[in-house]
């Protein structure tokens, strides 16, 4: 989608430090970081928020996770523990509209959420 910033990411376009890259889905350090490693995994096909997904992407979301989980593993804190987290719309907080799952590792985190 022209003007999405995670769209040029995808195609190259924009540069981003990719830490993982198949068929469906790329993952990429985020560039103002809340954790020690904190990495955007992102639909290579532009969808803008939660709220756009249909049954049809239920692999994809899923997609999205397992990879997530695999280079959480990769970094070493699988077993101690880390976030994952998809912000949908203005109230939670999501500043890009083009889905993206935070995954955010390396720290202790506290909850509820702020
Ligand atoms: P959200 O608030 O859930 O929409 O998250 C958007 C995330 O994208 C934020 O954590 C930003 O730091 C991150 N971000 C914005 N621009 C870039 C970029 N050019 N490269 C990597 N991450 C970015
Ligand atoms: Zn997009």
Redesign the pocket.
Known sequence: MADC?FCK?VEGK?P?KKVHEDELCVG?S???PQAPTHA?FVPKRHVATTNELTAEDRELVGHLTVSAAKYARQAGFADTGYRLVM?CNRAA????FHL?L?LLGGREFTWPPG
Request: charged share 5%; no cysteine.
């Open positions: 910033l990411i924009i981003a990429f985020d560039i103002n955007l912000n907080g999501q500043t890009v993206h935070h």
